[in-house]
């Protein structure tokens, strides 16, 4: 009998190794302040051949929209799946401190639940390495329970956050007076993205080992600010980044929640008189270093997901490039993200599914970063926490023609709300005292964003706060 029970106990053991292994492994890739700017997305003067290359066996979704354009707070709708709720869900240290009430249904703890290991290397949440204290070097975590290990590469930077904000070859940002740009003539690893991606082809080398499925979160920091990458990736971009048109340079002339971009104008040192509003030369210098930050970053990249194939696991796991947020480069006169419009909104996200139905075929559906946790969840037949939000992906990626049936919604401080259909987007900035401000923009005009229809099309307002009103009574709550 008991060697009819132990024969037994070693079938199932069996029976749940193989099913774990016949899980599809996730690779899900996060970028900092990339907007949409990608020659896969029609941008003539991107150069991103990884990315582009990618999205060729990939499906890539062209309006893709954050629901928090700050780096904490989008990061914190990924991992809960959710929408805001609080208003501690809209800043920074959104994960940090309402993780009591979520963590255990993160969504790498999910994972990590259902039998995957579970990895973050670089920026995946938003303190890399997942430590909060002095120099995010020491504890608390910041979502514990979540990752089997976090980490940030051992370069020459002093610490993760020196990481996060790093010049070449370690030297730390003095806040106020670091400038926002840096070109060394010196190779990739003079700069943090290199290391990260050299640690993450080292750490698929140890996982392609296993059979335990696994889930890798890999944060690469760059474009975020400053704007620092080698000079052979600056220089790639010498004339060839457009200025903006003068329309949509402009601060709005209607009443509409607007701030002058504090990150980059007060975290870094300028040369006096040089204002990236005032000073053309200057603002395309900064364009420039953005996109050399964006190509220097692909390159990166690139690394690590030609390592998947090589080493033979680009068949067994589903991979995501996601950015928490766009960045604005002097549209409406701002220089930063803590903004609803859309190049603020917008991110690139893409999906690569093993086997899947016409690569490389883009998507126009309005999809939400809050849909991504349902996608990973049903795509890996797991069982999907109840408070998730957002819907699985699975349609489009079977299709990429499929539209859906939901807005894009979108929050900042202060109450100020967004909804992103497939023609308008509609900003509505409340005030203590007196009625709100509406914007409205037509996306099928030639620049939308330069015209405030609000006034000329009251319905369409008002049938765009009827899908704002059931989440922001939720957001409002203390």
Known sequence: MTRHLSFLASILLICVSS???????????????LRDDLGCFG???????QLDAFAATARAFSHHYIQVPTCGASRCAMLRGRYPERPVHLVNDAIRDSQTDWAADSMAAVF???????MALGKVSHY??????????????????AWDRAWVPDGPWPSPEGIMHGFANGEPRERGKSPPYQHIDG?????????????????LQRLAKQDKPWFFGVGFFKPHLPFASPKKWFDLHDKNVPDLPADIAQKPAWPAYWYDGGELRHNYGHEPGRDPATDPEYARLLRQAYAGCVSYMDAQLGRVIAALSDLGMADNTIVVVWSDHGFLLGEHAIWGKHCLYEDATRSPLMIRVPGMAAPGKTSNAIVE???????LTDLCDIEAPAKLRGHSLRPQLDDPDKPTTKPALGWWSNGVQTVRTERWRMIVTPHEKGAPDFELFDYTSASPETTNLADAQPAVVQELLGFLKPVKEDATQP
């Open 128 to 145: 890399p390495g997942n430590l909060t204290g002095k120099d995010w070097a020491v504890g608390p975590e910041e979502l514990p329970g």
């Open 19 to 33: 099913a774990e292994a016949a899980r599809p492994n996730v690779l899900f890739i996060a970028i900092d302040d």
């Open 112 to 118: 990590r639940r259902n039998g995957y290991a579970t």
């Open 187 to 203: 190779p990739d690893k003079a700069y943090p993205d290199a290391w990260v991606a050299g640690d993450a082809v080292a750490t």
């Open 43 to 49: 941008v003539k003067h991107a150069k991103t051949p």
């Open 369 to 375: 970063t809050v849909d991504i946790f349902r996608t």
